[in-house]
C-alpha cells in the first residue's frame, strides 16, 4: 500500500514538472536574458514575453483606455510608430539587437509597400509587428465606416504583401493614427478580433525637440507610473538618438522589458487576472471613486403594480382637466386613496342693511342765521331801530330764497322753530365798522332752539 503511495506521488510530481517546463516554452519562446545577449554581458534584455487574446482585451493604453498591460512593477514595453524608413528603422533596430532587447512595430502599409525588405526585418530580428493604417490619416475620428474599413484593410493588406502574405507573421494589434479614437474605428476593429493599442506615456519624440528632451519626458514619465506601454517612432533622428541613453537609464534604475506576441492556437494566452489589466487596481482597503455596477437581478414574478388613475390625481389641476379632456382619459375608479376634499368657509356675519329712511330728509327745512355783535353794534342798532335791516341781510335772505334745498340741508331745525315762532328781522349794522358773524348751525330740538334763541336774542 505504502509502495502504491509512493509510485503515484512521483507520477503526478514528473507531471507538474512537464507541464512547467512546457508552459514555459510556450510563455517565453523569444525571452532573451542579459546574461544570454552576445557581445553585451551587461545588456538590457527581454525579461519575459506576454501572450495576449486581443478579443478578451480589445483596448489598451491608459492614455485612452481603462485598461493597460497586465505588467508587474518596473516593468515596460517599448513601441514604435510610423515605420518602416531605411535610413533611420535600420538603426533602431541596431540598438535593440545591442541590448537584445523585442520591441512592437506598427507599421504604415504605404511605407511597407516602399520598403518590404525593412517589414522583414523587424520579422527576422524577432519583433512584432502590427499595422498603423495605410496612409496615416489623422481624420480617422470623423471618416465614415467606408474609410476606416479601407485605411485598416489596406494597410494590413501592403504590410502581409511585404511578408509574402505570411499572416502568422503579423499580429492582430492596430495603432489609430494621431491616436484618434473613435467610436466607428473601435467598433470595426473589435468585429475584425484586432486590438487596439494605445500607450501608457509618449516621449513626444514626433514634436520639434532635442534627443535629450525625448529622453527626459520617456524616463519622467516612466517613473512616474512606474510601468507600462512607451510611445517612440522609428522614423525620427531624434528617437535615434535618445534610444541609447533611454535603454541604459531603464538598465541601471532596475526596469526590465516586455515582450508581446498575439495568441494562437498554439500559443495560449499568459494566465491572468482581471485587475492586473488596470494601472492601479483597486484593492479592498482603498475606496474606490466610482459607483458599483448594478447588477442583473433575476425577478421571480413579471407582475407589473398598477399605473395611477385619473382619480389619484389632484382634481383642481386645470392642466390635468385639460389633459385629460384632450386624451378621453375614463372616468374616475374608485380607490382606497383618501380623495381631495373642498375646504367648508366659515359663515360670515353680515350687518344689516340701513333703510331708506336713514338718509331721508325733510324738505322744509331752512336756515337760521345767528348774528353776534359788539357793544357799538348794538349802539348803532338802537339809533337806527328795529326793522331797518342792512344790506348785506338782505343779500342773505335773498340767497336764502334763492337755494332752498341748499339752506334745509345746512340748517335742519329751521323750519321746526318757524314752527312755533315767527320769523325775526335781523338788524345789521353800519357799513364802516359792522362785523356780522354767521355761525355754524347744528340740528337742535325745540326746546334747546328756544333756549339758544332767548340767550342770544338781539334787543330791539
Not at 509502495?3 to 512521483?10: G, K, W
Not at 527581454?46 to 508587474?72: C, F, N, W
Not at 494566452?269 to 458599483?292: C, D, G, K, L, S
Request: some cysteine; charged content about 20%.
Amino acid at each position: 500500500m505504502i509502495a502504491n503511495f509512493l509510485v503515484t506521488v512521483r507520477k503526478r510530481s514528473r507531471t507538474v514538472i512537464g507541464a512547467a517546463l512546457l508552459s514555459c516554452c510556450f510563455m517565453a519562446p523569444q525571452a532573451v536574458r542579459a546574461a544570454d545577449c552576445p557581445g553585451n554581458p551587461n545588456a538590457l534584455g527581454t525579461s519575459r514575453t506576454l501572450v495576449v487574446d486581443p478579443k478578451e482585451h480589445p483596448r489598451i493604453g491608459t492614455m485612452q483606455y481603462p485598461e493597460t498591460l497586465p505588467l508587474a512593477d518596473h516593468e515596460v514595453v517599448l513601441t514604435f510608430d510610423d515605420g518602416p524608413l531605411p535610413k533611420y528603422s535600420n538603426q533602431v533596430l541596431a540598438i535593440l539587437a545591442s541590448q537584445c532587447v523585442k520591441a512592437t512595430f506598427f507599421t504604415i502599409g504605404s511605407q511597407a509597400r516602399f520598403n518590404p525588405e525593412g517589414v522583414r526585418k523587424l520579422i527576422a530580428a524577432g519583433h512584432t509587428v502590427g499595422t498603423h493604417s495605410q496612409n496615416h490619416p489623422l481624420t480617422m475620428n470623423k471618416m465614415p465606416l467606408e474609410k476606416v474599413r479601407q485605411e485598416v484593410d489596406d494597410g494590413i493588406a501592403s504590410t502581409l504583401a511585404a511578408l509574402n502574405g505570411d499572416k502568422s507573421k503579423l499580429a492582430p494589434f492596430f495603432r489609430i493614427p494621431g491616436l484618434m479614437r473613435a467610436e466607428i474605428p473601435e467598433a470595426y476593429l473589435a468585429s475584425q478580433g484586432i486590438q487596439v493599442w494605445s500607450a501608457d506615456f509618449p516621449a513626444d519624440d514626433w514634436r520639434h525637440v532635442s534627443p535629450q528632451r525625448v529622453y527626459d519626458l520617456a524616463i519622467q514619465r516612466i517613473e512616474a507610473k512606474r510601468k507600462g506601454i512607451l510611445l517612440l517612432h522609428d522614423i525620427q533622428p531624434r528617437t535615434v538618438a535618445a534610444l541609447p541613453r533611454i535603454l541604459n537609464t531603464l538598465k541601471e534604475r532596475g526596469y526590465r522589458i516586455v515582450h508581446v506576441v498575439p495568441a494562437t492556437a498554439d500559443r495560449p494566452a499568459t494566465p491572468t487576472q482581471p485587475q492586473q489589466w488596470f494601472m492601479h487596481p483597486p484593492t479592498e482597503t482603498v475606496a474606490i471613486t466610482r459607483w458599483p455596477k448594478i447588477p442583473n437581478f433575476v425577478f421571480t414574478a413579471a407582475r407589473t403594480l398598477p399605473a395611477p388613475v385619473f382619480a389619484d390625481m389632484d382634481w383642481r389641476d386645470a392642466d390635468i382637466l385639460d389633459h385629460a379632456q384632450r386624451s378621453r382619459i375614463a372616468g374616475p375608479v374608485r380607490t382606497l386613496w383618501p380623495q381631495p376634499q373642498l375646504a367648508q368657509l366659515a359663515a360670515v356675519s353680515t350687518l344689516p342693511i340701513p333703510s331708506s329712511d336713514v338718509f331721508r330728509v325733510p324738505e322744509a327745512l331752512d336756515l337760521t342765521l345767528l348774528a353776534t355783535r359788539s357793544a357799538a353794534s348794538r349802539r348803532i342798532a338802537a339809533t337806527v331801530g328795529p326793522g331797518v335791516a342792512g344790506p348785506r341781510a338782505q343779500a342773505i335772505s335773498a340767497r336764502q330764497a334763492k337755494h332752498p334745498k341748499q339752506a334745509a340741508h345746512q340748517a335742519p331745525a329751521a323750519a321746526h322753530g318757524r314752527a312755533h315762532a315767527a320769523p325775526r328781522p335781523v338788524a345789521q349794522p353800519n357799513e364802516s365798522n359792522a362785523s356780522v358773524r354767521v355761525a355754524n348751525l347744528k340740528k337742535r330740538t325745540p326746546r334747546a332752539e328756544a333756549s339758544a334763541a332767548a340767550s342770544k336774542r338781539v334787543p330791539d
